[in-house]
């Protein structure tokens, strides 16, 4: 089979069904040796030969956060001549509205495997001081508003984290709790970077970041890369494991100034979750497993908000009790998420990995969900979220 063979079929078969065929992750943690770029190709190279496919059928690339022409610099590196490349940049979503969009370009026909990978050395560029830490995204258009009143990026979080205490009732240990139940999932993944139990008490008594949240409601600073290879089905009968279905997609942008947020207490996931389980014909009661992306512990509960898995406003008891770990009643973040396995930047392709090795069985011993009576879990989303609560996007995937 040819890249070429996918493009010509769609003109006769109509809009085709898109899966997961490769998932990989490159080293990921601490990672001192390696450039962001080797990092992409690790990643690459891994997640080719999880897929059994030959490189040849990649036709499409999709890649952001690196270099000055991102896709055309990642795109030569690995040695590849892309006919459709993407690289939309809309901070940690990014990886879920590229998902989409490839799905949407493969199911046309005018591609025929797209690889969406990532890569970045953002721990280890801090420690080598051949960077500083970054407490905004700039001063230049509207931001030029906020910025010089030293309103950061956190700062705009835990505003909305105090806007949904007030609005709610939340309460910090309700927050704290989630960032407890992340890192007993990272627990069991080997490759998390922090997997040492921590007490709520651990949560509430840590260093003040931005008020009300201490380091532990905060996501870790690391290494690492991941990449996900979407193929037309024509493809699924060479491929080396059994498909992960992508069921639908949803993207959504909200805001960039906070003055032109309507409500703190609503994240844009609202929107794409919405579209994103029209689209696939199911709802939130049918997801097994949800791959949310968690820079702080109020993105987490505001997105199971949003996503319609409880109530505005019922975050914060939703998710007590143990509910979100591994064999809890909806098991979130199942590597350990942002808190605690890995954050290297932009980590929306990470939720896409783990949802896939949930749905194929593949997450090990003690970190792998299973239904009643054993059997595998049939539907996840992920959910990535971009900027201070500015863009979502929603992808929802299914086995069989």
Known sequence: ????????????????????????????GRVDEATPYALHAQAA????????LDRSVIDGLASAGLGTLAPVEVAEYLGLRPTWTDSTSVGGSTWEVMAAHAVDAIAAGHVGAVLLVYGSTARADIKAKRRTSNLSFGA???????????????????????????????????LADIAVQARANAAHNPDAMYRAPITVDDVLGGPMIADPFTKLHCCIRSDGGCAVLLAAEEYV???????????????????TSMSQWDDFTVSPAAV???????????????VDVAELYDAFTYMTLVTLEDLGFCGKGEGGAFAEKERLTIGGELPVNTDGGGLSACHP???????????ARQLRGEAGEGRQVRKAGGRLPEVAVASGTGGWFCSSGTVVLGRG
């Open 272 to 286: 794409s979750g919405r579209a994103a389980f029209e689209r696939a014909g199911v709802g939130p009661g049918d």
């Open 237 to 255: 009968p060479d491929t080396a494991k059994a498909p992960i279905w992508v069921l639908g997609s949803g993207t959504a942008v909200s805001h």
């Open 45 to 52: 190279r891994r997640a080719l030969a999880d897929s059994g």
């Open 345 to 355: 930047g932009m980590r929306g392709l990470f939720l896409l990995v783990e949802a």
């Open 140 to 174: 230049r258009g509207p931001l030029q508003f906020e910025v010089p009143y030293g309103h950061t990026l956190i700062a705009k979080y835990a505003m909305a984290a105090r806007r949904h205490m007030h609005e709610y009732g939340t309460t910090l240990e309700q």
């Open 1 to 28: 089979m040819t890249s070429g063979t996918p493009g010509a079929s769609a003109a006769t078969t109509g809009r085709r069904k898109v899966a997961v065929v490769g998932v990989a992750l490159a080293d990921c």
